[in-house]
């Protein structure tokens, strides 16, 4: 199983990027799905999670400005940022609770980090 993000890039403050995370391999279901993000010197910390039935939670420096949503079919991801801002400068990992057969556990799988940069 694989996850490949892709999406990040450089922006003004107030500008918007829209991130996008697919799951690939053997899969046979999918919970969780969402972001986490890194700063230099910080800990990492909750973006926004979609769970299966489209449930959404999001950290509360992002509530109004991010949006997650998730294409079924695609085993994809989204995270819609808008009016950014120069904290939300960060690495942006996704993830997801797998499952790879109906007879074995659930896991969570990770994807590489895309950096996002807000600066003038």
């Known amino acids: 199983v694989q996850l490949q993000a892709y999406g990040g890039g450089v922006v003004q403050p107030g500008g918007s990027l829209r991130l996008s995370c697919a799951a690939s391999?053997?899969?046979?279901?999918?919970?969780?799905m969402g972001w986490y993000r890194q700063a230099p010197g910080k800990q990492r910390e909750l973006v926004a999670d979609?769970?299966?039935?489209?449930?959404?939670n999001y950290g509360d420096s992002v509530k109004g400005r991010f949006t997650i949503s998730r294409d079924y079919d695609r085993n994809t991801v989204y995270l819609q940022m808008d009016s950014l801002k120069p904290e939300d400068t960060a690495a942006y990992y996704c993830y997801a609770k797998i499952k790879r057969s109906d007879s074995r556990p659930w896991y969570d799988y990770w994807g590489q980090g895309t950096q996002v940069t807000v600066s003038s």
């Open positions: 391999g053997s899969i046979s279901s999918i919970n969780y």
């Open positions: 979609i769970t299966s039935s489209d449930s959404t």
